[in-house]
């Protein structure tokens, strides 16, 4: 996917585990974002990155925190995790308007 | 808040028709304005892209914009099985910034044989 990888590609965890998904680049990309999809509710973003170490919550961060200390890798975590939380999780990348590109996605499943 | 709305379908057109796809916003400073395709267990991948009032033709594929009526369509024509997929809408409002684009929910676009 254009130099963009996410890992692991599926997790099933317990509830109030803490869980870790990474987004990686080759792209040298300025921004990063996090996405949850869900049925009936879309592409819904939850954090994103307009550089190293900034970071900026979007519409449904709570529960969520993120990490960019390089600029080709994203992580996201879950402090604890719930069964709300159970998702598929997609990493985008882009520098413009015209380049957003998807990651391949992360199926997580809280039990 | 700001609200990109599709009809979720399920839009099921013959083999060879034009399928058309709509998608209206609520932002009127909204500024671009794109169609994603996701297949099945796939990620989104950008087909289409526009920024000013009119039509811009990509192949079978054909986006309008009108934004004083704040709509934006997708047309495909001879529609091919393989257009069987979700067909999501995008909204941008601002050409800066950090680009992030508000996603309708998608609509499911089957196309039969």
């Known amino acids: 996917d254009a130099g963009i990888t996410q890992s692991p590609r599926h997790k099933v965890t317990e509830t109030g585990t803490p869980v870790t998904l990474r987004c990686h680049q080759t792209?040298?990309?300025?921004?990063m974002y996090w996405y949850r999809q869900d049925p009936g509710h879309g592409l819904r973003l939850i954090h994103y990155?307009?550089?190293?170490?900034?970071?900026d919550k979007g519409e449904v961060s709570d529960g969520y925190s993120v990490s960019r200390s390089k600029t080709e890798d994203f992580l996201l975590t879950l402090e604890s995790a719930t069964s709300s939380q159970t998702s598929v999780y997609f990493c985008?990348?882009?520098?413009?308007?015209?380049?957003?590109?998807f990651g391949s996605g992360t199926r997580l499943t809280v039990v | 808040q700001k609200e990109v709305e599709q009809n979720s379908g399920p839009l099921s057109v013959p083999e060879g028709a034009i399928a058309s796809l709509n998608c209206t916003y609520s932002?009127?400073?909204?500024?671009?304005f794109f169609w994603y395709r996701q297949y099945s267990g796939k990620s989104p991948e950008l087909i289409m892209s526009?920024?000013?009032?009119g039509d811009k033709e990509d192949g079978r594929f054909t986006a309008q914009l009108n934004k004083a009526s704040q709509y934006v369509s997708l047309l495909i024509r001879d529609s091919q099985p393989s257009d069987s997929a979700t067909y999501l809408c995008?909204?941008?409002?601002?050409?800066?910034?950090?680009?992030?684009?508000?996603f309708g929910r998608g609509t499911s676009l089957i196309v039969h044989p």
């Open positions: 526009i920024y000013s009032n």
């Open positions: 792209e040298n990309h300025r921004y």
């Open positions: 932002d009127r400073v909204s500024q671009s």
């Open positions: 985008a990348i882009s520098e413009s308007l015209s380049d957003y590109t």
């Open positions: 990155s307009y550089g190293v170490k900034d970071t």
């Open positions: 995008a909204v941008t409002t601002g050409s800066g910034g950090s680009y992030i684009p508000t």
